[in-house]
C-alpha cells in the first residue's frame, strides 16, 4: 500500500508570534511537494495565529483527554480543533517523563482527539537502558497496546517512534534498527486494528536533520518525519520536506 509521507515539526516550548515568519517558506514548500503532508505543532499560544497565517497545516503538541471541566491549566481537543489545529501529537516522550503520562492516559488523550475529528500523532519509543538490555522492541510493544485506540481510523491515527535516546542529542538509530523497529511496529498494528493498519502513517523522530533525512526517508515502513529542533527553522525544515517528497 502506497502512504503518503507526513513530515511534522515538532516546536516544544519554543518560537515566538516573530518565528512565525519561519511558515511562509514552510507552506511554500509544502505546496512545491503537493505528494507530501507537512505541518507544524507549535506552542499553544500560536497556534491560532499560526492557522490564521495561511495554508500550512498546524497541530498541537498535547491535549487533554476531557472534553472541558475543572483541569487549570490543560487545554482539551475541541479547543484545540477551533484554534485551528488539524492535528494533535500525544505521548511524547518528554511529557510522559516530564508529566509522567501513562499509557492510559496517552490512550484517552488519542481517543479524545480522534472524537474531536483531528488526527492523533501517537509517539512510543523506548530509552537507552531499554534498548542496551535488548527490551526496545518489548517496551513498544507495549506501549502500543497501551496508547493505541484500537477504534481509530486509519486516517486519524499516525504513530511516531522516537527512541528517547536520539531526541535532541544528534543520535540516530542504524537504517536497520529502524527498519525492524517499524516492521514490528507494522505487524503490532496489524494484531491491533487488523486491515486497518496497513493504512497508519508511521513516523520516524530523534535528530532527523537535513543531512540524514533521505536515508531515513527511504527505509521500508517510515512514513514520515516528526522532527524537534529541525523544525524551527524553514533553512532546516525544507530540505527534510524535500527529501520525503524524493523518497
Ligand atoms: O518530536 C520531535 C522529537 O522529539 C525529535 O526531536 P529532535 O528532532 O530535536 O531530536
Redesign the pocket.
Known sequence: MTRRKLVAG?WKMHGSLAQLAELDAIAAAARANPQVDVAICPPFTLIAAAAARGDLTIGAQDSHQNEKGAHTGCVSAPMLREAGAKLVIVG?SERRTDQRESDAEVYAKARAVIAAGMIAIVCVGETEGERDAGRAAEVVERQLQGSIPADGTATQLVVAY?PVW???TGRTPTVGDVAAMHASIRTKLGDMLDAEAEGVRILY????KPSNAAELMAVNNVDGA?????SLTAADFVPIIEAAARA
Do not use: D, R, T
Open positions: 515538532n511524547h522516537e536520539a531526541i535532541g523522530g530523534g535528530s532527523v516528526l522532527v524537534g529542533g529541525a
